[in-house]
Structures are given as structure tokens and as C-alpha cells.
């Protein structure tokens, strides 16, 4: 049921495409789009907070690690977590790390497989992995974002709160680098 919810929210959201290997990402293809009719109650919430001048300073203070992808990212999702770390940089927000974005259905499985081998006793520590179709990375609602004192400072200075992000993996698999849109 969730994943029949979460890819209705993705075809109901545009989505746009940020540099794959780009440090820092660049702030040149910011583009706000208004909230949709089809928008999620909990996202339409936010959405009237995002400025352009906060992507722009969000993108100008995030690194986009190798290999990692945001193409297919929600573009709500994404423009939320720009904008976020725009406004926290005023702050003294540290730079931003964006290990895991988007996560294609092979490397859904690639990671699950793993996590299932170790699991069994037949292969090496692996951390764990949602059934292929059922992660939030694969519909672009959810990233990882190191470093950890980075991560720290957000949840002790409100932002992720105050954007509508939560660490829904902390408690159960201590995935504190596991941020999405609630």
C-alpha cells in the first residue's frame, strides 16, 4: 500500500534533474515550481517556504557524492532540502554531503541482495535494505546526507523539523544519515 501511495505522489510531482558529480552542485538550474494540485497535504505544507535564493545558497552548500544520482529526485522533495540547507547556511550550517539520492530498481535489489546474504550467514556485513520497489530512494522521497556532525547540527537547530524532513531509520536501524519528506 505504501509504495502504491508514494508512486502516486511521484507522478503527481514533476521532477528535476541536479548534476550527478558536481561539488558543489550547481545553483544555475534552480527552478520553483508551485505546488501542485497533486501535492501530498504534508508537502503542500512546506512548499510556500522555498524561495529561489534558498535553493540557489542550498545547492552552492551541498556536494553530490560519486555515483550518486538526484535525477528522478522528486522535485518537491528536492527543492525542500535545497531550501532548507539555503536557509541554514545563514546560520552556520556545515557543508553538506549527498551519498544516496535516487536509487534504481537494479541497485534496489543489488543492496537488498546483500543485506539478505549476510542476513542468512552467507556473505559479508551488509547494512539493511527495503525489498526493491518498497524504498522511499526509489521514488525520490527520501536522501542520505553525511557528514554526521552535519546531520547532528540540523536535528539540534530545528531544520529538519522545521521543513517537514524526519530520520524515520534512527530509532529501528539507527540510519542516522537517513533523511525524508514526511
Known amino acids: 500500500k505504501k509504495a502504491k501511495e508514494l508512486a502516486a505522489q511521484a507522478k503527481a510531482s514533476p521532477t528535476t534533474t541536479a548534476p550527478t558529480a558536481a561539488k558543489p552542485a550547481t545553483p544555475a538550474s534552480v527552478t520553483v515550481k508551485p505546488a501542485t494540485s497533486g501535492a501530498s497535504g504534508a508537502l503542500a505544507k512546506y512548499l510556500g517556504m522555498i524561495t529561489p535564493d534558498l535553493i ?30 539555503g536557509d ?20 534496489q535489489q543489488r543492496l537488498y541482495n546483500a543485506y539478505c546474504a549476510y542476513k542468512a550467514g552467507n556473505g559479508p556485513k551488509a547494512p539493511a535494505a527495503a525489498k526493491p520497489g518498497t524504498s522511499r530512494h526509489g521514488f525520490g522521497f527520501a536522501l542520505d546526507i553525511n557528514p554526521r556532525p552535519t546531520v547532528e547540527w540540523l536535528v539540534s537547530k530545528g531544520y529538519l523539523e522545521k521543513w517537514g524532513f524526519e530520520r524515520n531509520l534512527l530509532s529501528t536501524l539507527g540510519e542516522w544519515w537517513h533523511i525524508e519528506h514526511k
Open 56 to 85: 540557489s545558497k542550498g545547492k552552492a552548500h551541498c556536494s553530490i557524492a560519486k555515483n550518486t544520482t538526484m535525477k528522478g529526485m522528486n522535485s518537491n522533495v528536492e527543492n525542500l532540502f535545497y531550501a532548507m540547507i
Open 88 to 107: 541554514a547556511v545563514g546560520k552556520g550550517c556545515p557543508h553538506v554531503i549527498i551519498r544516496e539520492g535516487v536509487r534504481s530498481l537494479a541497485e
